[in-house]
């Protein structure tokens, strides 16, 4: 396993992070029981991963509480990465359904209370804004809470993660050019690589460390995902249409000669080519098993896409991987 700086923090972080929602939810079509969380858990210490991702709404609390009973008695061996903003003490999430936002100084202390004691921790690595709008990151008495709880020492850091699906680009750029943020989370992969091309540009610029989640696009880069899979409703990645996955298919089938080349398999070429770039901190591979926990882990070697074969797949890219879309 190959570590990275997070951003301008001296906090070191694997190159491959333990995305927690899976063990809290079973929105990846598997329900997995505390024993076998606690089981990946260790696994994915074991294997070198030190960077556990988590939100206070993941299970309402679950993948907290999971988390910080394994490494109660190791904590500063691993970083813990947990999310805020959405009130899920006052109101009861429905399916995917958003829950109402609260990103404000009040809202913060008391969220921050409740994750603390789940994570039984006295600090947290790294705190970021849930999927906040613009509202919240225009709120300078907001920012001004979050940096006085690093001067404190309650956190280490403080980032924000964009969503819920890919977008977000303003609130993104601006909370990377106006705020002291270590990192921002956003979805990017070889098959979407916008808005975080432009996010990435500005990261540089402003030395944030970019945290990626749907590294494989939903499981596409996988192959666990054919043309005519379907997906449970509660699945999370319902909301992927059937056109997209059949065009991806395609694009998939173009990209090969490149992974071949390079002795790779298709999920090996999707994850290093972001590790590919240096302005990437951390890869967030969705993982429901021992096995894919090993997977993922391997990939982590240092034995990345050079400077002209990265551009090349950027190239295929904008081109649509020469596939022609197909109408919905």
């Not at 109101?91 to 809202?107: C, R, V, Y």
């Not at 696009?217 to 899979?229: E, I, P, Q, Y």
């Not at 992974?259 to 090996?268: L, Q, R, S, V």
């Amino acid at each position: 396993m190959k570590y990275r700086r997070l951003g301008k923090s001296d906090i070191k972080v694997s190159e491959i992070g333990f995305g927690a929602w899976t063990i809290a939810l079973d929105w990846w079509g598997k329900k997995i029981s505390d024993d076998e969380a606690i089981k990946m858990l260790k696994k994915a210490y074991d294997l070198g991963i030190n960077f556990y991702e988590m939100a206070d709404m993941y299970g309402k609390g679950r993948s907290e509480k999971l988390v910080g009973q394994t490494f109660k008695d190791m904590r500063n061996e691993v970083v813990y990465s947990t999310k805020w903003g959405y009130d899920m003490y006052d109101a009861e999430q429905i399916g995917h359904n958003e829950l109402p936002q609260k990103h404000d100084p009040e809202f913060l202390q008391f969220a921050l209370k409740q994750s603390l004691e789940r994570l039984q921790s006295d600090y947290i690595d790294v705190y970021s804004l849930h999927n906040p709008k613009m509202d919240a990151m225009q709120n300078d008495e907001l920012f001004g809470a979050l940096d006085d709880l690093v001067k404190k020492g309650t956190l280490r850091s403080h980032g924000v993660a964009l969503g819920p699906a890919i977008g977000w680009k303003e609130e993104g750029i601006f909370s990377i050019e106006n705020r002291n943020i270590t990192c921002l989370q956003t979805v990017y992969n070889v098959l979407e690589q916008e808005p975080g091309r432009d996010l990435m540009s500005s990261a540089k610029e402003n030395d944030v460390g970019i945290m990626v989640r749907v590294p494989d696009a939903s499981g596409l880069l996988t192959g666990k995902v054919k043309a005519d899979t379907k997906f449970d409703k509660n699945d999370h990645r319902s909301f992927r249409k059937e056109e997209f996955i059949r065009e991806a298919m395609q694009k998939i089938d173009n990209m090969r000669p490149i992974a071949d080349g390079k002795g790779w398999n298709i999920t090996e070429l999707a994850i290093k080519f972001i590790l590919s770039q240096p302005q990437i901190s951390v890869v967030l591979p969705t993982m429901v098993s021992v096995e894919e926990l090993e997977m993922f882990a391997s990939i982590s070697d240092g034995n990345y896409l050079s400077p002209t074969e990265s551009a090349r797949l950027t190239e295929m890219y904008e081109n649509n991987f020469y596939v022609k879309p197909i109408a919905g």
